[in-house]
């Protein structure tokens, strides 16, 4: 039976939404026999994080913290899978027009008391929109495909 990656994505900008899609064409390219789907925040509910096997988190960084969005996503999911995800292999990126940091702890501590796995340190893609982002969200997207459809993870 195949696994199912989910990446939850926010992408607010024709930025963000080419690397959203960068992402998504790299994991579906580079382990054809996983489920990949790719959702917004305010579309994933419980029922698709219960049915993956690993998680991808992509948010802007908005104010020093995570986009409203996937926080509402957090505030939605975390209660209905906490106990029955623990272990999730996770990761996540971050768009920060700063430094991100902000952001990466808030998504540290939640996912530490989701008891989610990371996988891949956080992906910091920090200061104006560079064309190389998307290379480094296919690098990203690609080891996490290939280790999960590998049992890696």
């Known amino acids: 039976m195949p696994k199912n990656l989910l990446i939850v994505a926010h992408q607010p900008s024709p930025n963000t939404t080419r ?34 096997d690993a998680i991808i988190l992509f948010t802007t960084e908005n104010l020093a913290y995570m986009s409203g969005a996937l926080k509402d996503f957090f505030d939605r999911c975390y209660y209905p899978v906490l106990e029955q995800k623990q272990g999730l292999p996770c990761c996540a990126i971050i768009r920060a027009g700063h430094d991100g940091t902000g952001t990466q702890t808030a998504l540290q501590t939640i996912l530490k008391g989701l008891r989610w796995r990371w996988v891949q340190a956080p992906l910091i893609l920090r200061g104006t929109y560079q064309t190389q982002f998307i290379k480094e969200i296919e690098t990203l997207g690609a080891a996490m495909a290939i280790a999960l459809d590998e049992g890696m993870i």
């Open 19 to 52: 690397l959203a899609e960068a992402l998504l064409q790299c994991c579906k390219a580079s382990a054809p026999h996983l489920g990949v789907n790719m959702k917004t925040p305010f579309e994933t509910n419980p029922k698709d994080v219960l049915a993956c």
